[in-house]
């Protein structure tokens, strides 16, 4: 490509556009393959060029969390309960995280340092503190609760998962097959779970099962925290 080519496709480079086309290498590849190389070349541009717009890969990486935490539908404040209202805060985070779960180790280092992971956080800080946590434990409880949401796309069968699907089938096959020759007199819960431990059932509410506890373990804790809440 000759200079007089490369600048018009410098010039028309959208870093918006560089980050979409990370995140489908990731999805489908997982993050080891992306590459800036690669990325130039599906734009048309030098490497260098990337690199105005992003300082290193690990930068990048970066804007993918960012770009998922900024596309979460937070919902609007409403009349319902603090937490139904949460509730449904953490569920919009799911859904954003479900189309690229390969992102989710990435989020909670960035919610405090992207704008759609600040707009998240002040929501649920605001809706801890309509449920009178104080300051200090709302946020040592929000951040508990985050981890445990995020938590759940590693394992939720409903994800869409960059692993081989026919070889995800032959693990469930071999985890069912194993407890096949379990005892039932010394097993007999395990024996008897045996379908949805291995994934038939809990796949249909999986996740809002997990909802459901991360939920109630709030409703359940004491309110005040270790430290006094000098914020009044």
Not at 2 to 13: D, F, H, I, V
Not at 139 to 153: E, M, P, R, S, Y
Not at 212 to 232: N, Q
Request: proline share 9%.
């Amino acid at each position: 490509m000759t200079p007089s080519a490369a600048a018009p496709a410098r010039e028309r480079l959208d870093p918006e556009k560089i980050v979409v086309s990370a995140l489908a290498i990731a999805d489908a590849e997982g993050l080891a393959a992306i590459t800036v190389r690669r990325l130039a070349q599906e734009h048309g541009v030098t490497p260098m060029a990337l690199y105005r717009h992003f300082r290193d890969k690990d930068e990048l990486i970066h804007a993918l969390a960012d770009h998922v935490l900024l596309n979460v539908a937070v919902p609007e404040p409403s009349d319902e309960p603090w937490h139904v209202q949460l509730r449904a805060l953490f569920a919009a985070l799911l859904d954003s995280l479900s189309a690229h779960p390969v992102v989710a180790p990435l989020i909670v280092p960035r919610v405090l340092v992207s704008p759609g992971g600040l707009a998240m956080a002040e929501r649920a800080l605001d809706l801890l503190a309509v449920a009178g946590f104080t300051t200090h434990r709302a946020a040592a409880a929000g951040t508990q609760a985050l981890c445990t949401v995020i938590n759940l796309i590693p394992y939720d069968p409903a994800v869409p998962s960059i692993r081989d699907e026919e070889q995800r089938e032959d693990r469930i096959r071999a985890k069912r097959a194993a407890l096949a020759t379990l005892s039932p007199r010394r097993y007999p819960r395990i024996t008897a779970a045996a379908d949805p431990l291995t994934g038939c059932v809990v796949k249909e509410n999986f996740r809002e099962l997990g909802l459901d506890l991360v939920i109630a373990g709030l409703r359940g804790l004491p309110t005040g925290g270790p430290a006094p809440d000098t914020a009044g």
